[in-house]
C-alpha cells in the first residue's frame, strides 16, 4: 500500500465525512480514463460488531476532461 495514496483517499473520506476508520484501498485497475479506487473503512453493523463498509472513489482525469466542474 502506498502511503502517500492512502493519506490522500483518508483526507477525501473526511471531507466526505465518512464514519469510521480507515482500513485499506486497492486500486481498480479495469477502465481507461479516469483513476478509480475501492477504499474500505470499518464500521459498527448495529450489533456491536464491527463490518467493513467499502465505498468507490474516482479521479477524474482532466486531461480528458478540461473543465470537470462544468
Known amino acids: 500500500m502506498n502511503q502517500d495514496t492512502a493519506r490522500s483517499l483518508q483526507k ?39 463490518r467493513i463498509k467499502p465505498y468507490l472513489f474516482q479521479k477524474v482525469n482532466t486531461y480528458a476532461f478540461k473543465h470537470p466542474t462544468e
Open 12 to 50: 477525501v473520506g473526511k471531507a466526505f465525512r465518512l464514519q469510521g476508520p480507515f482500513f485499506s484501498y486497492e486500486e481498480i485497475c479495469q477502465g481507461n480514463v479516469n483513476v478509480t479506487y475501492k477504499v474500505n473503512y470499518i464500521c459498527d453493523d448495529g450489533t456491536g460488531m464491527a
